[in-house]
């Protein structure tokens, strides 16, 4: 196996895909998802 000296290219595909698995999505009802009682909010970098 060789290994080209430069990383492979990320395309937005797979970033949006990407997002879309981990994003964290409300219940029924509306409510942010949780851990214990702590609510959970996604960190988008600026």
């Known amino acids: 196996m060789t290994y080209a000296p430069e990383p492979p290219e990320i ?8 997002k879309m698995f981990y994003s964290l999505k409300p ?4 409510n942010l998802p949780k ?11 600026s």
């Open 11 to 18: 395309q937005e595909s797979d970033i949006e895909s990407t």
């Open 27 to 30: 219940d029924e009802q509306g």
């Open 35 to 45: 851990v214990g009682f702590t609510k959970l909010k996604d960190y988008v970098p």
